[in-house]
């Protein structure tokens, strides 16, 4: 594994999510893989963690995740915002190199047959949970995150660390047309005394 | 209508949520209304706009959800940070008062039996799309938004301005234990130059 990777308990994957990141959903099946951005991902449940992802019906990603099965959902950073901006513009339909021509590099996680993209603060192994209906009707899928990892630079014993990490790691936020967000200044109440 | 809220075009609707913050869920039945926070809200489609929410089986909100068909999602500020955990934390079946005792204010917009949290960024109105075996298996619910509205103060012409706004006026996007971030730095790509 990666100098700054480390697993994350899956009792607390949810965190990767839980502040809404833009995220790069990454899947192969029979030899093909793909990365793409979304802004539609959302944690589901803590305990197994679940997580939804909208895969439209023109994206070559959804073949891969329905077919495989699997899929990876990763937290890209600051210093990847063209990367992010890149995999989500070009389509692997369009262009078969489109990896190679958006500069993503792949690395491999022991017992997990998946792509990982290089550069990212974090990542989820998931397992499709087959839901027709859902994906038929609103392109929701629904997966079981059964690995998780994050880089230790910005998130350790289960928390963020954007206040003292490097800029360039922090979280991207996608509106349109281009325009983004980094995640901000860190904010904190007492829940023992409100 | 209040002063700084102006309607925002429902094709622009999902630009409200992209950048996932924190939001505020809000419902009312028979004379009983509420308000709770929800770090699990995610869009879902752009035309017509539909959102997705987790609604866990010991909240409130979910039978009165369930039983009016209709809520409303709001985006709460920094300057609500303190309201956001307390309605967060504090549940109306222990406590018949908790929106008096939170200090969460309420007001009407024209056209919608619904309870709106006074001093948030954003609005949307939603209607139920009753999917049984989602809201059962994965306390997950569908609502199409029917109305959306924003503070010009911080979103106008289809797009958050936070840059220039007052930093009051910011998202909040939840982790855990009382920590939050507030959205941060504008960051912008040239799509047409990729």
């Known amino acids: 594994m990666h100098e700054h990777i480390a697993a994350v308990p899956l009792d607390k994957a949810y965190r990767l999510l839980n502040h809404g990141p833009t995220i790069l959903v990454s899947s192969r099946h029979a030899g093909v893989q793909n990365v793409m951005a979304a802004a539609w991902a959302c944690a ?6 679940k997580l939804t992802v909208v895969l439209d ?3 070559k990603t959804r073949a891969l995740v329905e077919n495989s099965g699997v899929f990876v959902i990763q937290v890209p950073t600051v210093a990847q915002i063209r990367l992010t901006s890149l995999v989500g513009s070009v389509s692997l339909v369009d262009d078969p190199h489109k990896l190679e021509h958006c500069a993503v590099q792949l690395f491999e996680m022991p017992g997990h047959d998946l792509p990982f993209v290089e550069g990212c603060s974090a990542w989820l192994a998931c397992k499709l949970i087959p839901e027709p209906h859902n994906q038929q009707t609103y392109d929701l899928f629904i997966g079981e995150v059964v690995g998780a990892w994050a880089d230790t630079r910005v998130f350790s014993e289960g928390h963020w660390h954007f206040e003292t990490a490097d800029p ?12 983004y967000y980094a995640i901000g200044q860190a904010l904190d109440v007492d829940e023992s005394n409100l």
Do not use: C, E
Not at 44 to 49: A, E, G, S, Y
């Open 57 to 59: 019906k023109n994206v």
């Open 44 to 49: 589901l449940d803590f305990d197994p963690p």
């Open 168 to 179: 360039t790691l922090r979280s991207l936020h996608y509106i349109a047309g281009g325009h």
